[in-house]
């Protein structure tokens, strides 16, 4: 994914929504600093950078706290999340849905650690954070990113119910320029299709 916000958003805070539901293989929950080696080990990856926009490479500790720190504030249409292995509880990436700009559209942005793609599990966060975004928020429409050389993240993507919308550039600290992207949305409307269509089964 490459859209994620890095500012702090607007404070004017909804009480805390209860963290998504678990699904199969991952659960998400709110990171916390005894995260900080395994999130250190896993995002400091060139190949994970290069795939967002404002990763730095190399991630260093002081950048894995502040990362930390502000996935638990609590600010309106904005979460983020620790994705964990159910079975072990270990951190294995990170999830959010924010503004990356004030009043702007609500992006949603995943990474997972190397060690841990192929395997569906960013596909199972992906469904738990936008089941949530539109369970406890007022949001309408989220939006998604990811670049065009990227066709694990464009399946995360369309497996999530999230339509292609057009081509852009962005930039990327991580991959040290701007670079191609592909942008997609869902709507509101179409995710409660979804899961009606998933429930009728």
Wanted: with cysteine; charged share 20%.
């Amino acid at each position: 994914m490459v859209v994620e916000s890095d500012g702090l958003l607007d404070e004017s805070s909804l009480a805390a929504a209860p963290l998504p539901q678990e699904a199969v293989h991952v659960r998400l929950d709110k990171p916390r600093m005894d995260d900080l080696a395994d999130l250190v080990f896993l995002a400091n990856n060139k190949q994970v950078a290069a795939n967002l926009s404002t990763m730095p490479h190399p991630f260093t500790a002081d950048d894995g706290r502040a990362l930390i720190t502000k996935a638990n504030l609590n600010l309106h249409r904005s979460e983020g999340f620790a994705i964990r292995l159910k079975s072990t509880g270990r951190l294995i990436g990170l999830t959010r849905y924010a503004n990356v700009e004030p009043g702007g559209p609500v992006h949603i942005g995943y990474w997972l650690g190397e060690p841990f793609w192929g395997q569906g599990f960013a596909t199972e966060a992906v469904h738990a954070l936008v089941d949530h975004a539109f369970m406890y928020t007022d949001i309408e429409e989220l939006q998604g990113s990811c670049r065009v050389t990227n066709p694990a993240s464009r399946r995360v993507l369309v497996k999530s119910g999230f339509q292609y919308r057009d081509q852009s550039m962005i930039r990327s600290v991580g991959a040290g320029g701007s670079v191609p992207i592909e942008r997609y949305t869902l709507e509101r409307t179409i995710w409660k299709s979804l899961k009606g269509w998933g429930q009728g089964r």
